[in-house]
């Protein structure tokens, strides 16, 4: 945490973003801002869809799987360049973007089934709020299953 800091309050930014790291709050941090524009992204394609479809279940969980599946491609590829630099020592690379994969096919089903929690079935939460905290939700689901089943010595 102490590095983190360092390196954030004297605007470090080329071994906050760039350097190699071991530590975990860095990488952590990384990936919340990795998972940052990814989240634009998979917003932005979410909004985009509901807007151009209008109003209900169907076009919400269509939004939902379509910003879900954009926001996912822009996750990995910046998160093998700025986060998980490594080569996962479980699997092949292939096996890597499998497992990255089916990870985030089941983040896009637990992401889809809270949609449908909050704004349908049990709450009528607004679905543009209900978006921001599900992506909270599953943004510690997918760094923690990576970190985890990919990337854990």
């Known amino acids: 945490m102490k590095e983190l800091f360092s390196l954030l309050f004297k605007f470090d930014f080329k071994n906050l973003f760039f350097s190699p790291t071991d530590n975990g709050m860095i990488k952590f941090f990384r990936y919340c801002f990795v998972g940052g524009i990814a989240f634009v992204v998979d917003y932005a394609v979410f909004a985009i869809v509901c807007l151009l479809l209008g109003k209900g279940a169907v076009v919400t969980t269509i939004g939902t799987i379509a910003g879900f599946i954009c926001g996912l491609i822009v996750n990995f590829l910046l998160s093998k360049k700025f986060v998980f630099t490594e080569d996962s020592e479980k699997v092949s690379r292939k096996g890597e973007f499998v497992w990255y994969t089916v990870i985030g096919i089941v983040g896009a089903i637990l992401n889809v089934l809270l949609m449908m929690l909050f704004t349908e079935w049990v709450m009528s939460m607004n679905r543009y709020i209900a ?23």
């Open 131 to 153: 978006k921001v905290l599900v992506a909270l939700i599953v943004l510690v689901y997918n760094y923690v299953a990576r970190k985890v089943i990919l990337y854990s010595k």
